[in-house]
Every structure is written in C-alpha cells, then in structure tokens.
C-alpha cells in the first residue's frame, strides 16, 4: 500500500440517519458517504443532515480512525465531537486534535 495525501473535501453522495445506531454510538447518529476528487470514498459521521443534498460539498476530517464530514464552523465541530459516546476526557482530546488539526493545515497552507 501506497500512502497518499489527498483533498479533505469531496461530494456527499449518499447520506442517513439512524435513529436507533448500534451499540456504542448515541442517537440520532449521522452518516454520509463522501466521495474525493480521486475516487476514495469514506464513511463519515456528522453533526446533521438537516438541509444536505446528495452532491453537497463537504469537508473531511480524520481524528484518530473515525472521519467527520462537515461544512461546520470550529463550534460546529465542537458540538459534534461533545455529542460523540464516550468519555469526557475523550471527547475533549477528539476536539482539541480537531482544532490543532485545522490550525496546521491553515499555518501550512499560509491561512491565519
């Protein structure tokens, strides 16, 4: 296997929500599947789906092993992330990771 950075947005091409998810996620868990410019598709969470479309450009973000979707502001992803199952500590790490993350990206990319 060959790694390979790619764009972290892509077009939503199908999306649900399950009101009743599997055990460990809490309810209504929102999901999306998102397709790249190159063709890698991911299975992402979100914070909604409230007013997405299939062909909706969207963000991806990668916290660990579980991608986000979102087309939220930094808040946006805060709530996302308090609203994941878990412990606190772990949803403060999942955010923090977040922010850093957009921050970098951001600082190599010449934004402020």
């Known amino acids: 296997m060959i790694r390979a950075s790619v764009e972290a947005v892509g077009d939503v091409i199908s999306f649900t929500t399950l009101h009743s998810p599997p055990e460990?996620?809490?309810s209504p868990l929102?999901?999306?599947l998102?397709?790249?410019a190159g063709g890698a598709q991911f299975i992402c969470h979100g914070a909604e789906t409230a007013g997405l479309r299939?062909?909706?450009r969207v963000a991806i973000e990668a916290v660990g092993n579980?991608?986000?979707?979102?087309?939220?502001s930094a808040m946006g992803?805060?709530?996302l992330f308090?609203?994941?199952a878990g412990r606190a500590g772990e949803r403060v790490n999942g955010i923090a990771r977040s922010l850093a993350q957009r921050?970098?990206?951001g600082r190599s990319r010449g934004e402020s």
């Open 82 to 84: 308090w609203s994941r």
């Open 66 to 72: 579980v991608y986000y979707f979102s087309h939220l």
């Open 34 to 36: 998102v397709e790249l």
């Open 24 to 26: 460990g996620f809490r």
């Open 103 to 105: 921050a970098w990206k």
């Open 54 to 56: 299939v062909g909706s």
């Open 77 to 79: 992803r805060v709530r």
């Open 30 to 32: 929102h999901i999306a």
